[in-house]
Nanobody, 126 residues
């Protein structure tokens, strides 16, 4: 089992920045990728960003490309989501996710991930 704890959410104004953190514990040695998803009220949970744990390759949704940056600190088993130039449409609960290894699903798919954090609220006011 892997436990994930997110932190760093909050209320900000449009144009501001926030950094989310996701600390992983437990059986992290088999982890291939960590990802971030978000869910706005009345909408489905959508992919935001992902990072391959060993090589560091990153993936982004088009809606956040150029504004958000995902990174990881392998020594701390922690991933980060730096969010700049925030917009009201970024308002959502943000979830981090981790896998147990490679799957047949792409890294942008919810089905790829086995473990989820509890979520952290990000609210961007206009």
């Amino acid at each position: 089992q892997v436990q994930l704890v997110e932190s760093g959410g909050g209320l900000v104004q449009a144009g501001d920045s926030l950094r989310l953190s996701c600390a992983a514990s437990g059986r992290t040695f088999s982890m291939y990728c960590m990802g971030w998803f978000r869910q706005a009220p009345g909408k489905e949970r959508e992919f935001v960003a992902a990072i391959v744990w060993s090589g560091g390759r990153t993936y982004y949704a088009d809606s956040v490309k150029g504004r958000f940056t995902i990174s990881r600190d392998r020594a701390k088993n922690t991933s980060y989501l730096q969010m700049n130039s925030l917009k009201p449409e970024d308002t959502a609960v943000y979830y981090c996710a981790a896998d147990r290894g490679r799957t047949r699903f792409g890294l942008t798919a919810r089905a790829h991930y086995d473990y989820w954090g509890q979520g952290t609220q990000v609210t961007v006011s206009s």
